[in-house]
């Protein structure tokens, strides 16, 4: 069972151990795919890059179908993926 499933307590420990918990929100949902959104992205990811519950963070944001802004290292198009191969792969072993 991962940590933020197991009630809103949980939830709150992770995220007071984030390296985000100090930066300002805005870093990490940039407006926009191009430009400033792109190097605002960039520092996040840096942020998330030295972050001591990042696996937390992004179980988080794909458990609970976070589709913008920055968590746990990924942008939302790489979420996207990662859920989408997630879920091809339920889809192989269910067959089997």
Wanted: glycine content about 10%; overall charge positive.
């Amino acid at each position: 069972m991962h940590e933020y499933t197991r009630g809103t307590r949980a939830l709150m420990e992770w995220l007071r151990r984030a390296a985000c918990a100090g930066e300002g929100p805005e870093l990490f949902f940039p407006v926009g795919l191009r430009g400033p959104a792109l190097r605002e992205t960039a520092a996040a990811k840096r942020v998330c890059a030295r972050c001591p519950v990042i696996t937390q963070c992004l179980a988080f944001a794909l458990h609970s179908g976070q589709a913008s802004g920055v968590w746990g290292g990924t942008c939302e198009e790489e979420r996207a993926v990662l859920l989408r191969t997630s879920r091809q792969h339920a889809e192989r072993r269910s067959t089997l």
